[in-house]
């Protein structure tokens, strides 16, 4: 059986998360890796392949790299994903795809100029509890559902936000609703249909970019 061939750019801990479980699936092959750090800073004694500190110079070498996996901070990810599309790779890309709508729908265009596909990391929906509340939907155990009322308490103390990263800035994070709460939009999305039309009340902290949202939806099936 031919292998699927993977590369990784971004080597913090969710790019070590995938290399990591590339290279534990038989079905896949990790080919080379890519960070701006330094390799010897980085902890990467189980990974025996090829690094480089510059994705271009990975993409060039290895033409043979069928996917890359896209681990960088958040506002890099649109950016990465239109040149590694240039040289007629699949992606997977960390959530979000880029922090505006105009960025993602660049990459979902060019994507589709190339006739590649693009992943999003959702990995929510494949957790037992998502599964359960998808079939109980499914099968109308709950009856006809008229609201919706999705919340997150996940929260992110000040080691998340240490100083230095990149981690609660703007130009980089874009705040809780393109990180922690997208799984919680997404698992919605999943379940209950495409969204018609949203009102939005928000709140900003600037400090560490963090958001306070309220959002009214309109639901395609009719539902609030």
Known sequence: MKKVKFGVIGLGHIGKRHAEMIQGNHSCELIAIS???PKQDL??????VPFYNNY???LISHPEIQVVCICTPNGSHSNIALDVLEFD???VIEKPIGLSKAKCEKVIFKALQKYKQVFAVMQNRYSPPSQWLKELIETKQLGEIFMVQVNCYWNR??????????KGTQE????????QFSHFIDIMYWLFGDVESVSVDLVWQPMWNRDMMSEEA????GMM
Do not use: M
């Open 172 to 179: 980089n994070d874009g705040g809780t609703l393109f990180t």
């Open 218 to 221: 309109q639901l395609e099936l």
């Open 35 to 37: 960070d701006i750090l």
């Open 43 to 48: 902890g990467l004694e189980s990974l025996n």
């Open 157 to 166: 103390d000040d080691r998340y936000y240490k100083e230095g990263g990149w």
């Open 56 to 58: 271009q110079n990975l």
């Open 89 to 91: 790779k699949h992606l």
